[in-house]
């Protein structure tokens, strides 16, 4: 079936430093892929997607790029901020039997330090 | 109106108690889910509805019983619940059941004593 390996949390992290959430995918045919991100107390929010090989999606200041060679689709920021602390997901969207299902990763909690 | 509206947002309950847990969305989505986190954990798929029918059942105890009354609300009807069952629940939507974006609530925290 499909599946969604993301780095292992926490990440904890100084204001201006780089950020990079590496999540790895395994799915048949051609997923969709997707961040998004969950604050605390709150729902999860589309962060960005890429629906094809060697798309990036970008929100935000944050990045990602699909890579099909590599089955990955890492989070990356230049300078994160104090606000961005919150739970990351991975997630891809592949057929599963006749239906699209979405497949979240683990989720890594990212907190940042003024 | 790009918003999914969940009520309530804290639940506390017994054992023998009946509640709901409601959701509304006035986007003009035709899909619907109900989703189950634990903490620290991803969310889990319980039920899915598309077109206002129950199309994914994620072999959810009954528990739990969905209603999609119409196309902009979802309800979630408990009953005899465990407390195992204590979560956050998220309601969610997307214009298709294709998953390809999903809107969420900000969730009903549910505590079963």
């Known amino acids: 079936g499909n599946s969604v390996t993301q780095m292992e949390g926490p990440v904890t992290l100084s204001e201006e430093a780089f950020l990079t959430i590496n999540c790895t995918y395994t799915?048949?045919?051609?997923?969709?892929l997707f961040w998004y991100v969950q604050y605390p107390g709150e729902g999860l929010q589309l962060l960005l997607k890429a629906t094809k090989a060697d798309d990036k999606g970008s929100n935000k200041g944050f990045e990602a790029t699909y890579r099909k060679e590599t089955t990955s689709f890492h989070l990356e920021k230049g300078s994160v901020q104090v606000s961005d602390s919150a739970v990351y997901f991975c997630?891809?969207?592949?057929?599963?039997?006749?239906?699209?299902?979405?497949?979240f990763g683990s989720g890594t909690q990212l907190t940042v330090l003024p | 109106d790009t918003e999914v509206t969940q009520t309530p947002k804290h639940l506390v309950m017994g054992m023998t108690n009946k509640k709901s847990l409601k959701c509304e969305q006035h986007m003009g989505h035709r899909a619907m889910y109900w989703y189950k986190q634990k903490a620290k954990k991803p969310p889990e798929l319980m039920f899915v509805y598309s077109y206002e029918k129950l199309s994914i059942n994620e072999s959810v105890p009954s528990r739990f019983s969905p209603e999609c009354p119409n196309s902009s609300l979802l309800n979630l009807h408990l009953h005899a619940l465990q407390p195992e069952d204590s979560a956050l629940y998220l309601c969610?939507?997307?214009?298709?059941?294709?998953?390809?974006?999903?809107?969420f609530g900000s969730g009903t925290q549910l505590s079963v004593l």
């Open positions: 997630a891809l969207s592949a057929l599963e039997g006749s239906a699209r299902q979405l497949t």
């Open positions: 969610a939507s997307s214009l298709r059941d294709s998953n390809e974006k999903l809107f």
């Open positions: 799915a048949t045919g051609y997923p969709s």
